[in-house]
T-cell receptor
Framework: AQKITQTQPGMFVQEKEAVTLDCTYD???????LFWYKQPSSGEMIFLIY??????QNATEGRYSLNFQKARKSANLVISASQLGDSAMYFC???????FGAGTRLTVKP | EAGVAQSPRYKIIEKRQSVAFWCNPI?????LYWYQQILGQGPKLLIQ????????DSQLPKDRFSAERLKGVDSTLKIQPAKLEDSAVYLC?????????????FGPGTRLTVL
C-alpha cells in the first residue's frame, strides 16, 4: 500500500510571507497523483491543488504551488503571500488509494 | 451543482448501540469514499466504492462496520455495536472516476459521539 508522510505537526508563518508544507510519499505505482486539501476549523475539506506523476510542470493554483520532486518522492505545498484566512489544517493525499497524511496545522500570525 | 450531502450532521449514542449514516454523492460521480476522522488526525479511508462495487475496504473494521451502495448512487455506513473509540467525524466524498486526477468533493461530515 502507498504511504503518505507529513512530518510537520505545526507551522507558523508571518502574514504576507511564503510557507512550505512538506509531504513525502512512497509508492511503487508509476502512475499516481498527489492532492492537497485545506481543512479550516469549520471542518470542511477544501481541495487546493493536484499534481500528476507524469505532469511535466509543477502545478500552480493562485497562491498555491506544488514543489514536486519525483526522485525524492516529495510533493511540498508552497503558499505565497500568506493570509490570516490560511490558518487551518493541511493534508496531502495520494490519488491511487486516497489515503491522507496526518496533516500540518498552519497558523498565520498578523 | 449540488454538493455531497450527508445526514445526520450530528449523532450522540450510547456504546453498544447502532447508528447509520447516509451519503448522497454528486450526480454522476462513480466513486464514493467513506472516511473516519478522529479529532486531531487525518481522514482514514474506511471504504471505497466504484459504482456499487467495493474497490477497497481493507481498513474497515468489518466486525462492527458495514457499508453499502445500492444502485451505485446513495450509500449508507452502519456501526453495530458502537464503541467509545468510534467517536469521530465520518466524511463522505465522491469523484467522477476512480484513481484519476479529478477533484475529490467532500460532504460536511457527520460528527458521532459515543458515550
Amino acid at each position: 500500500a502507498q504511504k503518505i508522510t507529513q512530518t510537520q505537526p505545526g507551522m507558523f508563518v508571518q502574514e504576507k510571507e511564503a510557507v512550505t508544507l512538506d509531504c513525502t510519499y512512497d509508492t511503487s505505482d508509476p502512475s499516481y497523483g498527489l492532492f492537497w486539501y485545506k481543512q479550516p476549523s469549520s471542518g470542511e475539506m477544501i481541495f487546493l491543488i493536484y499534481q500528476g506523476s507524469y505532469d511535466q510542470q509543477n502545478a500552480t493554483e493562485g497562491r498555491y504551488s506544488l514543489n514536486f520532486q519525483k526522485a525524492r518522492k516529495s510533493a511540498n505545498l508552497v503558499i505565497s503571500a500568506s493570509q490570516l484566512g490560511d490558518s487551518a489544517m493541511y493534508f496531502c493525499a495520494m490519488s491511487n488509494d486516497m489515503r491522507f497524511g496526518a496533516g500540518t496545522r498552519l497558523t498565520v500570525k498578523p | 451543482e449540488a454538493g455531497v450531502a450527508q445526514s445526520p450532521r450530528y449523532k450522540i449514542i450510547e456504546k453498544r448501540q447502532s447508528v447509520a449514516f447516509w451519503c448522497n454523492p454528486i450526480s454522476g460521480h462513480a466513486t464514493l469514499y467513506w472516511y473516519q476522522q478522529i479529532l486531531g488526525q487525518g481522514p482514514k479511508l474506511l471504504i471505497q466504492f466504484q459504482n456499487n462495487g467495493v474497490v477497497d475496504d481493507s481498513q474497515l473494521p468489518k466486525d462492527r462496520f458495514s457499508a453499502e451502495r445500492l444502485k451505485g448512487v446513495d450509500s449508507t455506513l452502519k456501526i453495530q455495536p458502537a464503541k467509545l473509540e468510534d467517536s469521530a467525524v465520518y466524511l463522505c466524498a465522491s469523484t467522477l472516476r476512480w484513481g484519476g486526477p479529478g477533484e475529490q468533493f467532500f460532504g460536511p461530515g457527520t460528527r458521532l459521539t459515543v458515550l
